[in-house]
């Protein structure tokens, strides 16, 4: 009796090991109660859950037009999770992805801006996305380097660089770029400075599809990505090994700050054709649910970048067709990543209640 009496009604273990069918039971279940859980806004509204449901998929999906804007959503998301899976992989908590993405669309402009009509159009698409490479890079260079150095909080440094980025091209926006005086805009680019379409999209997909599969081997089959995973797993076994962990840092921040700048470049030159402080748009910030609702795997990130830019592009055929406010679609995407998010938690831990057998704690 006093056994049971300190030992709580419910207890928290560590799985060691899950079934892999049966963690995606989990995932798959926990997307569908997401699902039904979006009805209660929906219902709130006063309209059919089933038929929002739809129009969000035929705003979507069922038409080219459609198709290809979710597309244009997908693909920023899409890049800038792959960006950030390898810091994450590491534990270097790269939340700065917002201002090295602005701060590589801010590189490719100017390039926009004041080389076009000097040099080729492909030469000067070039440029524009060495430009953006190279910049995204140095920005994701600086709190690499003072961590490496001093060990500063990577969260924080990365979270206030967005803001200083942000507030660069504000000042450009207003200042040194501004279009016809008072307007506080930058021109739009000329054709010259516009990535080509592919089907409809921005050549920018292909190369994010490329980018897929170039970073999953990166991850998983180089020594690059192993040094990544040792340092995610153990810093201390790392610098056992002989891993100078600095450099590696660096290099993983450089190449996650340029393939975020890579997204910067695609932005301003295939979806908006110009800059402006908001140009992320989120992305930044949207993307570290990709990557960790995905486990940090790039072929999963396209599935959840496709998912939330269905979500996304149907809100406003939602909207338009059944009066139903577009935030609703941002309520039924948090409560959607929410569930994800949380079913990770009973994948990688299980409940253990009182009286029950240790035989049967693992639900086998």
Not at 12 to 32: E, H
Not at 167 to 177: C, E, R, S
Not at 204 to 225: C, D, E, R
């Amino acid at each position: 009796m006093k056994n049971d009496i300190r030992t709580p009604f419910v207890r928290l273990a560590k799985r060691n090991d899950i079934d892999p069918k049966k963690a995606w039971i989990i995932r798959v279940s926990s997307i569908i109660i997401a699902l039904i859980l979006g009805f209660i806004p929906i219902l709130i509204t006063g309209s059919n859950p089933f038929e929002a449901y739809s129009v969000i998929v035929q705003g979507s999906l069922l038409r080219p037009t459609y198709f290809r804007q979710t597309v244009k959503i997908a693909i920023p998301l899409l890049a800038c999770a792959l960006a950030i899976a390898p810091c994450f992989k590491m534990r270097f908590w790269n939340i700065g992805a917002e201002g090295q993405i602005t701060i590589g669309a801010m590189c490719a402009s100017y390039f926009a801006l004041y080389w076009v009509g000097k040099v080729p159009h492909v030469v000067l698409l070039l440029i524009m996305f060495l430009a953006a490479l190279a910049g995204g890079a140095v920005w994701g260079l600086i709190p690499a380097f003072f961590k490496a150095k001093w060990n500063t909080n990577e969260t924080l440094f990365t979270l206030m660089m967005n803001y200083i980025a942000i507030g660069i091209v504000a000042w450009l926006q207003g200042g040194p770029w501004e279009g016809r005086q008072g307007s506080q805009l930058i021109p739009q680019f000329k054709d010259a400075a516009r990535l080509p379409d592919v089907f409809g999209v921005h050549i920018g997909w292909i190369f994010s599809l490329i980018l897929v599969v170039l970073m999953y081997f990166y991850m998983n089959k180089t020594k690059q990505g192993y040094e990544v995973a040792v340092i995610g797993d153990s810093v201390n076994t790392a610098r056992y090994a002989g891993m100078n962990v600095g450099y590696i840092i660096m290099r993983t921040m450089a190449i996650s700050g340029a393939i975020s700048g890579f997204v910067g470049f695609m932005i301003v030159s295939g979806a908006n054709y110009t800059l402006y402080s908001g140009v992320a748009d989120g992305v930044g910030f949207t993307s570290i649910s990709v990557a960790w609702l995905s486990q940090l795997n790039p072929f999963a990130m396209i599935v959840i970048s496709m998912l939330l830019a269905v979500l996304d592009k149907g809100s406003t055929t939602l909207q338009s067709r059944m009066s139903i406010p577009a935030s609703i679609s941002d309520i039924i995407t948090g409560i959607l990543l929410f569930a994800m998010l949380s079913c990770e938690f009973f994948i990688n831990y299980r409940l253990i209640f009182r009286g029950r057998a240790e035989g049967k704690e693992d639900g086998k």
